[in-house]
């Protein structure tokens, strides 16, 4: 039991780092999300205010610090990555942040270590507020706070994003062709049947046990949606939840997307068929229907929702959509 909890750990920690809202227990989950978000929406600026305030944003940073991985995705993809000194352990993407050093996780930030970069932004989102942004700004430096749960979220990321880096062109040209991607799949979804769909987003490797969905009102469950999908866990407090097998059978899903994330040197080493097939009475397995993706910008609301919105309508319409 201890090495699958080992196992399971990694994944867990960018899991929380993803989707901001997932604790170290069960029991931490319930009582970490009752309070809602309690973050500010593009918060920049520790002590200056006014006048300085937007100074400051005049002026581009160039030493960037991005403390999870849908930030760093977003600093990419307006064109700020070049200006990145450091990044969270659990960035992926763009493939050049193998060569930047790791300042910790979101709960586990070594303080030391940015103060060392002397950075001149820090880049976070709302649910790393409580627990890191006060010591870095005791630092001096300059943040800024994003909200990361909704499809919006995401889309006002990139705007706020692009423009504390002083990147505002780069901004909305990557918020057109991102929104022209959403749109172009919901045009193409609308008269679609709308098949119930069930999204895993973590769980203990090689079995069913320990699973958290995205419910209602999370950026995923709305991509589920646009993709021509109805996402059937109901509305949870923070967008994602555990849940058990006896509510699985019960929903019974026709589609079933799992985005376990766990991987054993460098490869995924598990059969979602044989993972899935203790629950052979559920709709999406008798006919097969139940699909892993394992691409990690999928669980972060970052630019690249519209391709993850594509890749759901592949999976919930193949008769429509080639993958």
């Not at 929406?41 to 200056?48: L, R, W």
């Not at 943040?143 to 919006?152: A, E, I």
């Not at 045009?187 to 320990?210: K, M, N, Q, S």
Request: proline letters at 4%.
């Amino acid at each position: 039991m201890r090495r699958r909890r080992t196992r399971v750990s990694e994944n867990f920690r960018r899991v929380r780092a993803a989707l901001c809202c997932v604790l170290l227990s069960v029991a931490a989950l319930g009582a970490s999300c009752g309070g809602g978000g309690g973050g500010r929406e593009g918060v920049v600026g520790s002590s200056e205010g006014g006048a300085g305030e937007t100074a400051a944003r005049d002026v581009r940073p160039q030493r960037i610090i991005s403390l999870t991985p849908s930030t760093t995705e977003i600093l990419s993809g307006v064109g700020a990555f070049d200006r990145v000194v450091a990044v969270s352990d659990y960035c992926t993407y763009p493939p050049e942040v193998k060569d930047l050093p790791r300042i910790g996780g979101w709960q586990n930030t070594n303080l030391e270590r940015v103060a060392s970069f002397r950075p001149d932004l820090i880049v976070m989102t709302q649910a790393q507020e409580p627990f890191i942004k006060e010591r870095v700004e005791a630092l001096g430096a300059r943040t800024l706070v994003v909200r990361d749960r909704t499809l919006d979220d995401a889309l006002n990321a990139v705007a706020e994003i692009g423009r504390a880096t002083g990147n505002v062109a780069e901004a909305e040209v990557l918020l057109a062709r991102t929104r022209s991607t959403l749109e172009e799949i919901r045009a193409r979804t609308r008269e679609l049947p709308r098949r119930r769909v069930l999204c895993i987003v973590d769980r203990l490797p090689g079995t069913l046990r320990g699973m958290y969905s995205a419910n209602e009102g999370s950026f995923l469950a709305q991509l589920i949606e646009i993709a021509g999908g109805e996402s059937i866990v109901p509305r949870g407090g923070i967008g994602f939840g555990q849940i058990q097998k006896e509510a699985v059978l019960e929903l019974d899903p026709e589609v079933i997307i799992d985005l376990m994330m766990h991987k054993t040197e460098g490869r995924f080493d598990e059969d979602i068929r044989v993972v899935y097939s203790e629950l052979s009475n559920l709709r999406a397995v008798r006919e097969g229907r139940v699909y892993s993706v394992r691409e990690e910008t999928v669980l972060h609301p970052s630019q690249f929702v519209g391709d993850t919105a594509r890749r759901f309508a592949a999976l919930i319409h193949p008769e429509v959509f080639k993958q």
